[in-house]
């Protein structure tokens, strides 16, 4: 029973709604001793059903239908609370906050710094008065690694912090399991296999906008915090009562170039030498930090 108890968990955690398909084929199952897809087809999607025989609740019946595994164990984890705790925690994890949204609007707002004058100059005048003294002692180029080394930190706390990697796991591991099955059906010319199999990779897609969401959640917040820094640096090196110092930077396989030279295409230096900053400082903090900021 307490094996029962974590598999209900387990599928509460990942979709509150499996509970709803859990409790149909439950009553179905006591009312006619077995159950068959087609007797609850018009309840719940093939996806829900094979999620269900994927777990071990719904088990075979010797070819004359399917049977709950443990029921009366499964009725007690349907009426516990920690299981309704456990699916109103995944149904509110899969949500962006209200704090989420503001602050990709927030974000979308100052990418109009780059084609606005007006509010580059509030933004970057502004954040003169915390980075204008490090830029006063310390040569630009030098400033820009600072700037990329506080980005990739941040950056790698808020991916860490904000992507649940347990439910991006589960997400990845749910979208293998259906490929290995479709690949054996195929194998086995199992055209009805197939046909349930290819309903369920449709009814999945709603847990690929889960994961997707899960990955742009953090990119909001870094974006919010990260465009100020762009808008200052551009705001410096466009602004005429600014003196960066030095006016050139000596990139590798490039040589001597102003920062706003274009290098690799429309690409000018100091966003290539940033991005070149960051990427190596990020993934320096990552392997100190030893933080994942990928599901495994």
């Keep these: 029973m307490p094996r029962t108890a974590e598999k209900v968990e387990s599928l509460a955690r990942e979709d509150g709604e499996l509970l709803d398909a859990l409790e149909v084929v439950l009553d179905a199952a006591e009312s006619e001793g077995t159950v068959e897809w087609s007797d609850v087809s018009d309840e ?3 996806g829900q059903w094979g999620r269900l025989i994927e777990k071990g609740l ?3 019946a010797d070819g004359s239908g399917f049977v709950v595994d443990d029921p009366d164990g499964v009725r007690d984890a349907l009426s516990d609370d920690e299981v309704s705790d456990a699916a109103a925690d995944g149904d509110e994890e899969s949500s962006w906050s209200s704090y989420d949204k503001l602050a990709g609007v927030g974000a979308l707002g100052m990418m109009a710094g780059y084609s606005l004058p007006s509010v580059r100059n509030v933004i970057g005048g502004t954040l003169d008065v915390l980075f204008g003294p490090l830029e006063a002692m310390l040569p630009f180029y030098v400033v820009v690694m600072v700037l990329a ?5 941040y950056s790698t706390l808020l991916q860490a912090n904000l992507m649940d990697m347990d439910k991006m796991s589960e997400y990845q591991e749910q979208m293998q399991e259906i490929q ?6 195929k194998e086995r010319g199992d055209e009805e296999a197939l046909d349930r199999i290819q309903q369920e990779q449709m009814d999945a897609m709603g847990d690929q906008m889960g994961m997707f969401k899960e990955q742009i959640r953090p990119m909001v917040w870094i974006m919010l915090l990260t465009i100020p820094v762009f808008l200052w640096m551009y705001w410096m090196l466009l602004s005429p009562s600014q003196s960066i110092h030095p006016q050139t930077i000596t990139l590798p396989l490039i040589g001597t170039t102003s920062w706003t030279e274009g290098v690799l295409g429309p690409l000018q230096a100091w966003i290539l030498w940033y991005f070149l900053c960051s990427m190596g400082f990020t993934q320096i903090i990552r392997k100190s930090l030893n933080i994942q900021t990928t599901p495994t």
Aim: net charge neutral; no cysteine; charged share 35%.
């Design 180 to 185: 290995e099955r479709r690949k054996d059906a």
């Design 58 to 60: 719904l088990v075979d």
């Design 44 to 46: 719940m999607t093939s």
């Design 149 to 153: 080394m506080l980005t990739g930190l």
